[in-house]
Protein backbone atom coordinates (compact mmCIF):
# COMPACT_ATOMS: atom_id res chain seq x y z
CA UNK A 1 0.00 0.00 0.00
CA UNK A 2 2.70 2.78 0.83
CA UNK A 3 4.70 1.61 -2.00
CA UNK A 4 1.41 2.77 -4.46
CA UNK A 5 1.28 5.87 -2.48
CA UNK A 6 4.57 6.42 -3.13
CA UNK A 7 3.97 5.99 -7.11
CA UNK A 8 0.96 8.13 -6.89
CA UNK A 9 2.63 10.82 -5.49
CA UNK A 10 5.43 10.73 -7.63
CA UNK A 11 3.12 10.80 -10.85
CA UNK A 12 1.03 13.92 -9.33
CA UNK A 13 4.06 15.89 -8.82
CA UNK A 14 5.71 14.73 -12.34
CA UNK A 15 2.24 15.35 -14.26
CA UNK A 16 2.09 18.56 -11.99
CA UNK A 17 5.67 19.46 -13.08
CA UNK A 18 4.96 18.86 -16.85
CA UNK A 19 1.63 20.69 -16.81
CA UNK A 20 3.75 24.05 -15.92
CA UNK A 21 6.10 23.54 -18.37
CA UNK A 22 3.78 23.00 -20.73
CA UNK A 23 2.19 26.27 -19.89
CA UNK A 24 5.14 28.44 -20.15
CA UNK A 25 6.78 29.78 -23.74
CA UNK A 26 9.83 30.97 -24.08
CA UNK A 27 10.20 33.83 -26.17
CA UNK A 28 12.97 36.03 -28.20
CA UNK A 29 12.97 39.23 -30.33
CA UNK A 30 16.22 39.55 -32.00
CA UNK A 31 17.21 42.06 -35.04
CA UNK A 32 19.30 40.09 -37.27
CA UNK A 33 21.00 43.18 -39.49
CA UNK A 34 19.64 41.08 -42.89
CA UNK A 35 22.16 38.18 -42.04
CA UNK A 36 25.36 40.43 -42.45
CA UNK A 37 26.70 40.50 -39.07
CA UNK A 38 28.51 43.00 -38.19
CA UNK A 39 31.96 42.12 -39.67
CA UNK A 40 29.68 42.29 -43.16
CA UNK A 41 30.56 38.24 -43.56
CA UNK A 42 26.95 37.11 -44.05
CA UNK A 43 27.12 34.48 -40.82
CA UNK A 44 23.83 32.60 -40.23
CA UNK A 45 25.29 29.82 -38.22
CA UNK A 46 26.36 32.89 -36.12
CA UNK A 47 23.16 34.37 -36.12
CA UNK A 48 21.94 30.46 -35.28
CA UNK A 49 24.16 29.65 -32.54
CA UNK A 50 22.49 33.09 -30.87
CA UNK A 51 18.86 32.02 -31.14
CA UNK A 52 19.41 28.63 -29.96
CA UNK A 53 21.31 29.60 -26.43
CA UNK A 54 17.84 30.63 -25.13
CA UNK A 55 15.68 27.06 -26.77
CA UNK A 56 12.96 29.12 -27.67
CA UNK A 57 9.25 28.19 -28.36
CA UNK A 58 8.83 31.51 -30.43
CA UNK A 59 11.26 34.02 -32.21
CA UNK A 60 10.29 37.86 -33.69
CA UNK A 61 13.16 38.28 -36.40
CA UNK A 62 13.58 41.83 -38.01
CA UNK A 63 15.15 42.48 -41.01
CA UNK A 64 14.92 39.36 -42.61
CA UNK A 65 15.39 39.43 -46.27
CA UNK A 66 13.84 36.86 -48.68
CA UNK A 67 16.04 36.07 -51.63
CA UNK A 68 17.32 39.98 -51.99
CA UNK A 69 20.56 39.96 -53.96
CA UNK A 70 22.23 41.54 -50.86
CA UNK A 71 21.39 38.22 -49.06
CA UNK A 72 23.08 36.28 -51.62
CA UNK A 73 19.07 35.00 -52.56
CA UNK A 74 18.64 33.42 -49.43
CA UNK A 75 15.01 33.34 -48.24
CA UNK A 76 16.86 34.43 -44.42
CA UNK A 77 13.63 32.28 -42.03
CA UNK A 78 13.79 29.48 -44.19
CA UNK A 79 17.29 29.24 -43.64
CA UNK A 80 17.56 30.46 -40.39
CA UNK A 81 13.68 28.00 -39.27
CA UNK A 82 16.51 24.67 -40.83
CA UNK A 83 19.32 26.04 -38.49
CA UNK A 84 17.15 26.17 -35.12
CA UNK A 85 14.49 23.16 -36.16
CA UNK A 86 11.69 25.44 -36.31
CA UNK A 87 8.65 26.31 -38.65
CA UNK A 88 9.97 29.67 -40.08
CA UNK A 89 7.34 32.38 -41.77
CA UNK A 90 8.36 35.36 -43.54
CA UNK A 91 6.24 38.87 -43.93
CA UNK A 92 6.90 41.16 -46.37
CA UNK A 93 6.74 44.70 -45.95
CA UNK A 94 8.21 45.54 -49.05
CA UNK A 95 10.07 44.39 -52.31
CA UNK A 96 13.75 45.18 -51.94
CA UNK A 97 16.71 44.33 -54.13
CA UNK A 98 14.76 41.67 -56.38
CA UNK A 99 13.49 40.29 -53.24
CA UNK A 100 11.53 41.07 -50.42
CA UNK A 101 12.22 42.79 -46.97
CA UNK A 102 10.03 42.66 -43.66
CA UNK A 103 9.83 40.35 -40.78
CA UNK A 104 10.28 36.54 -39.77
CA UNK A 105 8.91 34.08 -37.00
CA UNK A 106 10.48 30.88 -35.78
CA UNK A 107 8.15 29.07 -34.39
CA UNK A 108 8.82 25.06 -32.59
CA UNK A 109 4.72 24.65 -32.31
CA UNK A 110 2.72 24.03 -34.86
CA UNK A 111 1.06 27.28 -36.78
CA UNK A 112 -2.63 26.94 -37.41
CA UNK A 113 -3.11 30.77 -38.92
CA UNK A 114 -0.86 33.68 -39.88
CA UNK A 115 -1.63 36.89 -41.00
CA UNK A 116 1.01 39.89 -42.23
CA UNK A 117 -0.38 43.48 -41.56
CA UNK A 118 0.76 46.35 -43.40
CA UNK A 119 1.49 49.47 -41.43
CA UNK A 120 1.26 52.99 -42.06
CA UNK A 121 3.90 55.25 -42.96
CA UNK A 122 5.10 58.34 -44.54
CA UNK A 123 5.57 58.58 -48.29
CA UNK A 124 8.70 58.21 -48.71
CA UNK A 125 9.49 56.62 -45.75
CA UNK A 126 10.29 52.64 -45.03
CA UNK A 127 7.04 50.41 -45.26
CA UNK A 128 6.90 48.46 -42.03
CA UNK A 129 4.61 45.27 -41.20
CA UNK A 130 3.52 42.98 -38.21
CA UNK A 131 3.56 39.44 -38.91
CA UNK A 132 0.82 37.45 -36.63
CA UNK A 133 0.85 33.57 -35.57
CA UNK A 134 -1.90 31.55 -34.09
CA UNK A 135 0.06 28.65 -32.48
CA UNK A 136 -1.24 25.93 -29.84
CA UNK A 137 1.04 24.87 -26.81
CA UNK A 138 1.77 21.68 -25.60
CA UNK A 139 -0.72 22.41 -23.08
CA UNK A 140 -3.88 22.72 -25.51
CA UNK A 141 -3.92 26.31 -25.21
CA UNK A 142 -4.21 28.67 -27.89
CA UNK A 143 -1.97 31.82 -28.26
CA UNK A 144 -0.96 34.46 -30.73
CA UNK A 145 2.68 35.83 -31.57
CA UNK A 146 3.12 39.18 -33.23
CA UNK A 147 6.65 40.23 -34.60
CA UNK A 148 6.83 43.64 -35.62
CA UNK A 149 9.85 46.45 -36.37
CA UNK A 150 8.85 50.16 -36.34
CA UNK A 151 10.75 53.41 -38.29
CA UNK A 152 13.85 54.00 -37.06
CA UNK A 153 13.56 57.63 -37.86
CA UNK A 154 14.58 60.94 -35.14
CA UNK A 155 11.02 61.56 -36.39
CA UNK A 156 8.20 59.64 -34.22
CA UNK A 157 5.34 60.37 -36.89
CA UNK A 158 5.07 57.01 -38.37
CA UNK A 159 6.06 55.07 -34.92
CA UNK A 160 3.28 56.80 -33.41
CA UNK A 161 0.61 56.02 -36.58
CA UNK A 162 2.17 52.26 -36.46
CA UNK A 163 1.63 51.79 -32.68
CA UNK A 164 -2.11 53.28 -32.89
CA UNK A 165 -2.78 50.73 -35.84
CA UNK A 166 -1.26 47.82 -33.59
CA UNK A 167 -3.30 48.57 -30.93
CA UNK A 168 -6.41 48.91 -33.22
CA UNK A 169 -5.79 45.68 -34.91
CA UNK A 170 -4.53 43.20 -31.74
CA UNK A 171 -6.06 44.87 -29.25
CA UNK A 172 -9.66 42.76 -29.51
CA UNK A 173 -7.31 39.41 -30.02
CA UNK A 174 -9.38 36.33 -29.04
CA UNK A 175 -6.18 34.73 -27.39
CA UNK A 176 -3.68 35.81 -25.12
CA UNK A 177 -0.84 37.63 -27.40
CA UNK A 178 2.64 38.53 -27.37
CA UNK A 179 4.08 41.26 -28.77
CA UNK A 180 7.49 41.47 -29.88
CA UNK A 181 10.72 42.85 -31.82
CA UNK A 182 12.53 45.61 -32.31
CA UNK A 183 10.28 49.04 -31.84
CA UNK A 184 13.12 51.37 -32.29
CA UNK A 185 11.51 53.94 -29.25
CA UNK A 186 12.81 54.47 -25.97
CA UNK A 187 10.47 53.42 -23.10
CA UNK A 188 9.56 57.29 -22.20
CA UNK A 189 8.52 57.85 -25.87
CA UNK A 190 5.05 58.21 -27.22
CA UNK A 191 4.87 55.84 -28.83
CA UNK A 192 5.77 53.13 -26.30
CA UNK A 193 3.54 55.05 -23.96
CA UNK A 194 0.40 54.54 -26.74
CA UNK A 195 1.66 50.63 -27.11
CA UNK A 196 1.46 50.03 -22.99
CA UNK A 197 -2.08 51.44 -23.25
CA UNK A 198 -3.18 47.96 -24.65
CA UNK A 199 0.38 46.24 -23.75
CA UNK A 200 2.64 44.99 -20.98
CA UNK A 201 6.11 45.29 -20.61
CA UNK A 202 7.91 42.76 -19.45
CA UNK A 203 10.35 44.26 -17.32
CA UNK A 204 7.68 46.21 -14.49
CA UNK A 205 11.42 48.14 -13.38
CA UNK A 206 14.27 49.73 -14.85
CA UNK A 207 14.85 47.23 -18.13
CA UNK A 208 18.45 46.76 -19.75
CA UNK A 209 19.49 48.17 -22.47
CA UNK A 210 19.80 46.53 -26.05
CA UNK A 211 21.43 48.64 -28.56
CA UNK A 212 23.97 48.68 -29.93
CA UNK A 213 25.47 45.42 -29.15
CA UNK A 214 28.79 45.76 -28.51
CA UNK A 215 28.56 48.73 -26.14
CA UNK A 216 24.22 48.99 -25.40
CA UNK A 217 23.30 52.56 -24.22
CA UNK A 218 19.25 52.62 -24.70
CA UNK A 219 16.56 50.09 -24.98
CA UNK A 220 14.54 49.90 -28.14
CA UNK A 221 13.76 45.75 -28.21
CA UNK A 222 10.93 44.50 -26.63
CA UNK A 223 8.64 41.88 -25.46
CA UNK A 224 4.93 42.92 -24.58
CA UNK A 225 1.95 40.71 -23.49
CA UNK A 226 -2.09 41.38 -22.88
CA UNK A 227 -4.08 40.80 -21.36
CA UNK A 228 -1.79 41.36 -18.20
CA UNK A 229 -4.03 39.45 -16.29
CA UNK A 230 -3.23 36.35 -18.20
CA UNK A 231 0.63 36.17 -18.32
CA UNK A 232 3.42 35.44 -15.79
CA UNK A 233 6.83 36.56 -15.80
CA UNK A 234 9.10 34.04 -14.97
CA UNK A 235 12.28 34.85 -16.59
CA UNK A 236 14.39 37.88 -18.76
CA UNK A 237 17.94 38.25 -20.30
CA UNK A 238 19.21 40.07 -22.80
CA UNK A 239 22.21 38.35 -24.69
CA UNK A 240 24.62 40.93 -26.46
CA UNK A 241 27.02 38.95 -29.35
CA UNK A 242 28.62 41.96 -30.83
CA UNK A 243 29.42 39.71 -34.37
CA UNK A 244 25.81 38.38 -34.82
CA UNK A 245 24.16 41.73 -34.88
CA UNK A 246 24.47 44.97 -33.96
CA UNK A 247 21.28 44.69 -31.53
CA UNK A 248 21.04 42.45 -28.42
CA UNK A 249 19.03 39.33 -28.58
CA UNK A 250 16.08 39.93 -25.74
CA UNK A 251 14.64 36.64 -23.95
CA UNK A 252 12.01 36.14 -21.55
CA UNK A 253 9.56 33.24 -20.72
CA UNK A 254 5.94 33.66 -19.70
CA UNK A 255 3.59 31.69 -17.73
CA UNK A 256 0.02 31.34 -19.45
CA UNK A 257 -2.14 31.82 -16.48
CA UNK A 258 -5.12 29.87 -15.86
Known sequence: MKKCIFFLS????????????????????????HGATTKGDFDLDKIASVIKQTNPDVV?????????????????????????????LFGKAMDY??????????????????????????????????????????????????????????????????TQKINRVFSENKYPTILAGDLNATPESEAIGILESVWTDVYQTEAPFTFPSDKPNRKIDYILYKPASKWKVIETKIICDSIASDHCAHFAILKLQK
Not at 24 to 29: C, D, E, W
Not at 60 to 86: H, I, N, P, S
Open 10 to 33: AFLIFTGVKSQEEQTIRVLTFNIL
Open 60 to 88: ALQEVDFKTRRARGYDLATELGWRTKMAP
Open 97 to 162: DCGGYGEGVLSKYPIISSKNVLLPHSPKNEPRAALEITIELPSGDTICFIGTHLDHLANSVDRITQ
